[in-house]
């Protein structure tokens, strides 16, 4: 795999990657992670791209913490444009809280609600708690609403969704 990276082989790419990553069969490096999953990430790899964007987001890169927000913002657009739910997620929870990005609750709101479409647990609990607890994101409650009724009617096809619900009651 290591040889096949070396030659470009995107898949290769984002494996040597996650396997620096998690310290599989290879010591435990960010550093190497990084170098790889971006270039997977640079060669179209969509999982790289939000690993990639994950990374700098939790500050694992060598940047200063305003450039690591900046590219890990960069790199969560480009894999949720590509349909990634946890990269959409990763960019509503930027959005709402104002990282790298103006606060915009609208925008929040569409990422978050692409992700949860997707059946991703996460989306879904958030939308619920912001509501409750922010009036400004009060404006955007009918989308809040459209989405999680939209993931309601899913819920008995997502385990995920069911196991989150179990969890959060």
């Known amino acids: 795999t290591l040889q096949e990276a070396k030659n470009g082989n995107v898949d290769s ?5 996650r396997m620096y990553l998690d310290g599989l069969v290879v010591h435990q490096s960010d550093e190497q992670a990084l170098k790889w999953f971006e270039a997977a990430a640079k060669n179209g790899h969509p999982a790289a791209q939000y690993s990639l964007g ?7 890169g060598s940047q200063p913490s305003d450039t690591q927000q900046a590219l890990a913002f960069k790199w969560l657009e480009v894999a949720a444009k590509g349909g990634i739910a946890k990269a959409q997620y990763q960019l509503g929870v930027m959005y709402a809280n104002g990282i790298s990005v103006p606060l915009d609750n609208f925008k929040a709101v569409q990422w978050l609600e692409m992700s949860a479409n997707q059946g991703d647990a996460e989306a879904l609990e958030s939308n619920c708690r912001r509501q409750r607890v922010d009036p400004h994101f009060r404006e955007c409650a009918s989308a809040i609403l ?10 008995s096809r997502n385990a995920r969704w069911q196991q989150a619900q179990g969890e959060h009651a």
């Open 13 to 17: 790419e984002y494996s040597v990657g």
């Open 146 to 155: 459209q989405c999680l009724r939209s993931a309601g009617y899913r819920a």
């Open 54 to 60: 994950w990374m700098y987001r939790n500050e694992l």
